[in-house]
């Protein structure tokens, strides 16, 4: 004790024991089209002293993980590093002590690097149109005000899409897009309805949403159509666009 108003007094110390368990995880791709499975981070942030007590507390876990969908365990792939992966369901668990953690899954899209943008209902000098699928769900693409929004962009090759993901931006509760339709084109002229959305409560849980196809389509060019902005708001904002 370095210093006390009164005199110092301690009447018990102790020390206890945690019992580690296997941290919850997290999925990404990176621009380049590494998968990256990682723990979930504290939710502010908090690191006492600058270290991370979550990740201390957890030391010494594995992780396994499946990209067919399956359900992983100890005798899946065990993760080491960032890997390559097209479209596909990523399913992945911590292993700690012969404990497992919560199942992580994750529908990524179709890799990104390849993609162009063919048009967008405007741009801001900071949210360009590109940031709409540059796989950092921290920039977003914000459009000009108006009564029509849309995004169109081409793919590398043609796919056969199955499913669409709108991720909007967490910054900002600004132009999420409550509700819209999904249009796929083979030569960016002739377009087909894939699905119409509705995606609620987006201010207050503003989270990746998705929709599945009801019959997949071979498509080159995407179009993402909103409908309805949360809040009735003026623009479309757009974090991240996925299709697989």
């Given at each position: ?34 998968v990256v ?5 504290q939710?502010?942030?908090?690191k ?11 030391a ?8 067919d ?7 899946s ?5 960032p890997?390559?992966?097209?479209a ?15 199942v992580?899954?994750e ?14 209902t ?11 699928f540059d ?12 009564t029509q ?29 409550a ?15 894939a ?12 989270t990746?949403r ?5 019959t997949?389509v071979?498509?080159?060019?995407v179009?993402v159509q909103?409908?309805e ?6 623009r ?9």
């Open positions: 004790v370095l210093s006390a108003r009164a005199e110092a007094r301690l009447s018990h110390v102790s020390l206890h024991h945690y019992a580690a368990r296997p941290p919850m995880l997290t999925c990404h791709r990176t621009k380049d089209g590494k499975i990682a723990p979930k981070p939710d502010f942030g908090w006492a002293n600058g270290e991370d007590r979550a990740a201390s507390l957890s010494g876990y594995e992780i396994r993980y499946t990209t969908g399956t359900a992983p365990d100890a005798r792939a065990l993760y080491t590093a890997f390559a992966a097209d596909c369901v990523v399913k992945a668990v911590a292993l700690l002590n012969g404990e497992r953690g919560a992580l899954t529908q990524l899209g179709t890799v990104k690097t390849g993609w162009h943008l063919v048009s967008a405007g741009e801001q000098p900071r949210h360009t149109a590109a940031m709409a796989e950092d769900p921290a920039t977003w693409w914000a459009g000009d005000e108006g929004h849309a995004l169109v962009w081409q793919l590398e090759q043609p796919r056969r899409l199955s499913g669409f993901a709108y991720t909007p931006p967490r910054r900002n509760a600004e132009g999420m897009m509700g819209g339709k999904v249009w796929v084109s083979m030569d960016g002229s002739h377009w087909t309805e699905a119409t959305f509705h995606f609620g409560n987006l201010i207050n849980d503003p990746r998705s929709v599945d196809f009801a997949p071979e498509a080159r060019y179009k909103a409908t902005i949360a809040g009735g708001g003026k479309l904002c757009i974090a991240e666009v996925d299709v697989w």
